[in-house]
């Protein structure tokens, strides 16, 4: 009897793959066409669309465009591989309106419990449209997490930090967001000096610094406004406090501060411009009021 049964299911199923083959051929091949069509024209769509912006350079519309095309053909292609599947399903005999209905059914519950998820979603489609970040900035989100965007879904952000460690933010936890390469970045630097030194000389040399720096072949299409010194900035310690300020690139930034720290660091040594560190001075009182008898 099991046999009879085993064979008759056996034949069954070769039976209705061999009549539904073409189909789900015709079918796969299909989706896989539009696809190709679909994405070929999210990014000429998304190309044409974003026209440039006076306070973007084109490396930044080129992030934006990036992001907006990755997300859209994700989307679309669980769009389009979604309804293939319903299509497939529908050509082999399928009844099709049951899974539609419990889809349905089960976006309602969605709905009602997936409150987070729902967060997330609106979220993400306002960080997108406000363009808030993209894939390639760096950003620190809530204070907290800083990183290079590697990748934003509708859902989630993916940063990788400095030490490489990846994290996936949901949209719906992001509540401030700090992006550290849009449009400009600037250097900010307190530099210390002694308080023998010279300070006109030192705000001297650190602005010939600046400039020589900036007329580099390595750093002139990098750095936007030659670091320069605005003046001092405190009267610590141990050291009067210079600050030292200017624009590069995006995200260029932190190579360029520590090439400028190196050459400070050289030319203050020429020019005998001390550097200090901390100093702790100490005092000794001799009691005398006890005699030895």
Same mark, same amino acid.
């Given at each position: 009897? =099991? ?13 209705? /793959?061999? &009549? ?6 015709? /079918? ?21 669309? !974003? ?7 084109? &490396? ?5 465009? #990036?992001?907006?095309?990755? =997300? ?6 669980? +769009?389009?591989?979604? %309804?293939?599947?319903?299509?497939? %399903? ?31 979603? /609106? ?5 997108? %449209? ?14 907290? !997490?800083?990183?290079? +965007?590697?990748?934003? @879904?509708?859902? %989630? ?16 936890? +992001? ?5 550290? @390469?849009?449009?400009? @970045?600037? +250097? ?8 023998? @030194? ?17 007329? #580099?072949?390595?750093?002139? #299409?990098?750095?936007?406004?030659? *670091? ?8 610590? #310690?141990?050291?009067? /406090? ?7 690139? *995006?995200?260029? &930034? ?21 550097? *200090?560190? *901390? ?15």
């Amino acid at each position: 009897m =099991i046999d009879i049964i085993t064979s008759w299911i056996t034949k069954d199923f070769i039976t209705f /793959v061999t &009549q539904n083959t073409l189909t789900l051929v015709g /079918v796969i091949i299909g989706a896989y066409i539009v696809t190709l069509i679909v994405t070929f024209a999210i990014e000429k769509v998304i190309r044409g669309a !974003i026209h440039s912006s006076a306070h973007l350079t084109p &490396q930044a519309e080129k992030k934006r465009e #990036d992001t907006l095309i990755s =997300i859209l053909r994700k989307t679309s292609k669980i +769009v389009i591989w979604i %309804l293939a599947i319903l299509i497939a %399903l529908s050509e082999m005999g399928v009844n099709i309106g049951p899974l539609i209905a419990a889809a349905g059914i089960v976006g309602i519950a969605v709905g009602f419990g997936g409150q987070y998820l729902i967060r997330d979603l /609106v979220t993400g489609i306002f960080i997108i %449209l406000e363009n808030q970040y993209r894939v390639g900035d760096v950003v620190r989100i809530n204070s907290a !997490i800083a990183g290079k +965007v590697e990748d934003i @879904s509708l859902r %989630l952000t993916v940063l990788r930090d400095l030490d490489g460690v990846v994290h996936h933010v949901p949209h719906g936890e +992001v509540k401030i967001v700090s992006n550290l @390469s849009k449009g400009f @970045s600037k +250097v900010n630097i307190n530099f210390g000096i002694a308080y023998e @030194s010279d300070v006109d000389a030192a705000i001297a040399l650190v602005n010939r610094v600046g400039i020589e720096l900036a007329e #580099d072949e390595r750093f002139k #299409d990098i750095i936007m406004v030659a *670091p320069a010194c605005l003046g001092v900035d405190e009267l610590g #310690d141990s050291s009067v /406090v210079l600050k030292i300020v200017g624009d590069t690139q *995006p995200a260029e &930034q932190w190579g360029v501060a520590r090439e400028l720290r190196r050459r400070l660091k050289n030319a203050c040594d020429k020019a005998g411009i001390s550097i *200090p560190f *901390p100093q702790v001075t100490l005092n000794y009182k001799n009691d005398t009021t006890n005699s030895r008898k």
